[in-house]
């Protein structure tokens, strides 16, 4: 099968995860779409202000009703830094049987260069990156090796961001179809994200 891993820290997952993995899906002829949240991100200075337990449930909330998605808890229960590299073969090992791919932001494919060994990463995995309107990719900047490895698929534009999020939280306004409906309720239900 045909794996597309959608990680992030999904603090919280919202709807713009779900499209960018369902336009992935359809873009690429993807099987099943596995969203991965990450234990601690190495890109991301601070802490997850929800708890990993919460962004799992709120993870496995949000994907219930699409057949093609699928949690995985992966690098939460591996713990520490969650380092692609170790990811990959680790799910390679457990998986021999499916191809794998990333799923990230065109702006994120602009910055695989930075990633930590990031010429062992592509020998053993492709990216899928989604283009947004009104984000221009420059996949010729990009060397060689990367640019082999990346499929592009379109996505449209939606402004939604956790950051956001969790500010309309904090300032007491409406979060309501920025998150899926069981996603809203767990956060409402748990005061997450308040003031």
């Known amino acids: 099968m045909r794996i597309g891993i959608m990680g992030g820290t999904f603090d919280p997952i919202h709807t713009g995860h779900l499209v960018a993995g369902e336009c992935a899906r359809s873009a690429c002829?993807?099987?099943e779409v596995w969203f991965m949240p990450a234990n601690v991100p190495?890109?991301?200075p601070n802490a997850p202000k929800a708890s990993a337990a919460q962004r799992w449930e709120m993870v496995c909330r949000a994907v219930a009703d699409n057949?093609?998605?699928?949690?995985?808890?992966f690098?939460?229960?591996?713990?520490?830094v969650s380092y692609s590299i170790d990811t990959i073969?680790?799910?390679q090992q457990q998986h021999p049987e499916h191809r794998f791919q990333y799923i990230i932001g065109a702006d994120m494919v602009e910055y695989l260069p930075e990633w930590h060994?990031?010429?062992e990463i592509m020998g053993l995995i492709g990216f899928i990156g989604l283009q947004r309107p009104g984000y221009e990719l420059d996949l010729d900047a990009?060397?060689?090796?990367?640019?082999?490895?990346?499929?592009?698929?379109?996505?449209?534009?939606?402004?939604?961001s956790s950051t956001d999020i969790r500010g309309r939280r904090k300032d007491g306004?409406?979060?309501r179809y920025l998150v899926p409906a069981p996603v809203h309720d767990y956060i409402e239900g748990n005061d997450l994200y308040g003031p």
């Open 117 to 119: 060994k990031i010429e």
């Open 89 to 91: 073969k680790l799910l």
């Open 75 to 80: 690098e939460l229960r591996k713990g520490g």
């Open 42 to 44: 190495p890109h991301k």
């Open 29 to 31: 002829g993807l099987d």
């Open 173 to 175: 306004r409406s979060i």
């Open 67 to 73: 057949p093609a998605f699928r949690p995985l808890d």
């Open 142 to 160: 990009l060397p060689a090796y990367i640019r082999s490895g990346v499929s592009i698929a379109p996505m449209p534009l939606l402004d939604i």
